[in-house]
């Protein structure tokens, strides 16, 4: 099956601790992006990535930082400078065509 | 500078009638649009694009959209709802090589 997947579903977070995200594709897409998203709220752009090793950052990036290491991979750790970590994160992929498909999100809740 | 506005933060509707959920964009040159759509605790899943061909562009599941230029809008409609059409939807339009997105409306569908 052709997709993205993100893992864990939740997670868990104690104070001071960072934490790490997963997100796969394997659609063959150069660019992959990750977004926040609180209630009420649209999505906010956190890192977006077009190639392999190059990544740039997004609107709200503080407190968050990711690799690209593989075309498949691109991992975001949220790190314990991230006061309000709490939050609905979503990946993303794309294929320069402008239009972005979305993993099934990682819920991440604070102990 | 682009943006979305969506001017609704909830629509509620009866099942078999139809849906509008109301879409409106500011944008410094001829963009694109997107409605996607999120059911609940679930990763985004794209409706329709518009992309300058067709003003009238259909999309999933019996869904359309119009692209205004006069009025700036790109209303989502829908003849007929249906229960699983209770969801979050997004309007978005395209920044570059990112995408802008509105602050969703929340479609209640009731028997």
């Known amino acids: 099956d052709g997709g993205i997947t993100q893992s864990p579903k939740y997670l868990f977070r104690k104070e001071g601790q960072n934490v790490t995200l997963s997100c796969e594709q394997n659609?063959?897409?150069?660019?992959m992006y990750w977004y926040r998203q609180d209630p009420g709220q649209g999505l906010r752009l956190i890192y977006y990535?077009?190639?392999?090793?190059?990544?740039q950052k997004g609107d709200i990036a503080e407190g968050y930082s990711v690799s690209r290491e593989k075309k498949e991979s691109f991992p975001l750790t949220v790190t314990s400078a991230q006061k309000n970590p709490t939050a609905f994160y979503l990946c993303?992929?794309?294929?320069?065509?402008?239009?972005?498909?979305f993993g099934p999100g990682t819920r991440l809740l604070v102990l | 500078a682009q943006s979305v506005t969506q001017l609704d933060s909830h629509v509620s509707v009866s099942e078999g009638t139809p849906v509008l959920l109301r879409c409106n964009y500011s944008?410094?040159?001829?963009?694109?649009l997107f409605w996607y759509v999120q059911h609940p605790n679930k990763g985004l899943q794209l409706l329709l694009k518009y992309t300058s061909a067709a003003t009238l562009v259909k999309g999933i599941n019996g869904f359309e959209a119009e692209f205004k230029k006069s009025e700036t809008s790109f209303h989502l409609t829908k003849p007929s709802a249906h229960m699983s059409d209770a969801a979050e939807y997004f309007c978005v339009v395209t920044l570059t090589d990112k995408l802008i997105f509105g602050t969703g409306t929340r479609l209640q569908v009731f028997p």
């Open positions: 993303a992929s794309g294929a320069g065509t402008e239009t972005q498909y």
């Open positions: 659609l063959n897409h150069d660019a």
């Open positions: 990535s077009q190639i392999v090793n190059d990544f």
């Open positions: 944008s410094s040159y001829s963009p694109s």
